[in-house]
């Protein structure tokens, strides 16, 4: 997962969609006078998107005959996007895609099949994690190149706690812990709120919920992915702690998911639930990272969501399609993942830079909190189910999460209401 670039209707987005393919049309994607053009789309901002951007002009310095145009792109639909693309003939050359979707991709003609790419010299394939090549692998096709490893873990404001008079989280906190903290934390007349939750019905609040029903004993869908099985007492009970929070008016419900890290680093928010990627983006406050709370007696323990993304490459052409291989290649490469790493706070998607002597050490000294998410890969247990159906499953889960956490809901109703969907969609 990425961080997002804000919330789009149905309808917007199929006109955004529409926008970006009549931007990146065959024209910028091409061959010209010995270099070679390429588009990329991506949802980094911020710190991350200075890093990129920066990583793109060290490229095009060290391979003067290919020039990278980047267009940020809502990462949450870019699916949609290019799928519209595709369909008009003008799919961007590179883009990057959840890992989620990944069977989705697999499906689109247009997919340039990395299967024997990979195996080239250079490329050491192998040294990406598992998940993450696990993720990018549907049946004999390998869908894209891994673009990120992250997790879920508590991001909480040290001097907010101390002056509500609260103790750190610990690793045995429970949700109940957490809630409690969270009412103590809220102060409506400084405008401060305990907790801060992204409810804009994308896949950053899906997958906020997942890693709760997971650790409250449940799951998305059942062994065989042919049924629901988020709407049982475990997914009732995850998604009630949501509404409780609500209730409380100790959570600060975000329907534009653009200010959790904004108010976060104004001393408004004494805790997100968040990645490693919003590290850098709390430079005003002092900060601490612990792993997520659990449910007592719950067969789940403590859990967290790891988001394998992807790099996917389309093909306009046999020049350009090599060319983004030719970035892929040097992007990914241990140094560039170092580079991007130390910039950025990004955990490192290959095994030898996550294993370097002092590498993690590096990393935290230089923005702490990174070794506490490198730990806590070892929490990510499961991953969202890898059926084709999943983005309609996902916006399914994520109007109801929104509808309960607006009080519009019950949890119980909600998620019948989804599984409804889900099973429609799965035998559909």
């Not at 911020?46 to 793109?56: H, I, Q, T, W």
């Not at 305990?194 to 709760?212: N, Q």
């Not at 992007?331 to 294993?355: C, E």
């Not at 509808?403 to 035998?427: F, R, S, W």
């Amino acid at each position: 997962m990425k961080k997002r670039l804000g919330l789009c209707l149905p309808a917007i987005v199929a006109a955004a969609a529409l926008a970006l393919a009549a931007c990146s049309s065959g024209s910028d994607s091409s061959a010209s006078g010995g270099v070679t053009k390429i588009v990329v789309w991506h949802g980094y901002i911020d710190v991350e998107g200075k890093a990129f951007n920066s990583m793109v002009k060290q490229f095009e310095k060290s391979h003067p005959n290919i020039q990278v145009s980047s267009l940020e792109s809502t990462n949450d639909y870019a699916l949609q996007k290019v799928l519209t693309a595709v369909r008009g003939g003008t799919p961007p050359d590179i883009a990057y895609m959840y890992g989620s979707w990944s069977p989705n991709i697999a499906k689109i003609p247009q997919l340039v099949d990395l299967s024997s790419t990979v195996k080239g010299a250079g490329w050491n394939w192998n040294d990406f994690y598992p998940g993450e090549r696990a993720t990018a692998t549907v049946g004999s096709k390998i869908v894209g190149v891994p673009a990120l490893v992250d997790n879920l873990a508590i991001v909480y404001n040290k001097k907010l706690f101390a002056q509500a008079g609260v103790s750190p989280p610990t690793p045995s906190w429970t949700w109940t812990d957490f809630r409690n903290a969270a009412a103590k934390l809220t102060d409506k007349s400084k405008g401060q709120f305990g907790w801060y939750f992204p409810a804009d019905a994308s896949e950053d609040s899906v997958w906020h919920y997942e890693a709760m029903l997971w650790e409250a004993g449940g799951n998305i869908l059942n062994p065989d992915n042919t049924k629901a099985a988020f709407d049982s007492p475990e997914g009732i009970k995850a998604l009630t702690t949501l509404q409780q929070m609500a209730q409380d008016k100790s959570v600060y419900i975000d329907t534009s998911n653009t200010k959790g890290s904004q108010l976060m680093n104004a001393g408004k928010i004494g805790m997100m639930v968040t990645g490693p990627w919003d590290l850098s983006s709390l430079p005003n406050i002092s900060y601490g990272v612990q792993i997520m709370p659990t449910y007592p007696g719950s067969p789940g323990g403590h859990q967290t969501i790891s988001g394998p993304d992807n790099w996917v490459v389309f093909n306009n052409g046999s020049a350009q399609t090599q060319a983004a291989e030719t970035f892929l290649k040097w992007l990914t490469a241990p140094a560039q993942i170092k580079t991007f790493s130390r910039a950025t706070g990004d955990l490192p998607t290959r095994a030898s830079v996550g294993d370097e002597p002092g590498f993690v050490k590096e990393l935290n000294d230089n923005l702490p909190g990174t070794a506490a998410f490198v730990a806590n890969l070892a929490n990510a247990k499961k991953a969202r189910p890898q059926v084709t159906q999943y983005p309609k499953i996902s916006e399914a889960l994520g109007n109801e999460i929104v509808a309960v956490l607006l009080g519009k809901a019950t949890p119980a109703a909600a998620l019948k209401a989804a599984a409804a969907e889900t099973n429609q969609a799965l035998t559909g």
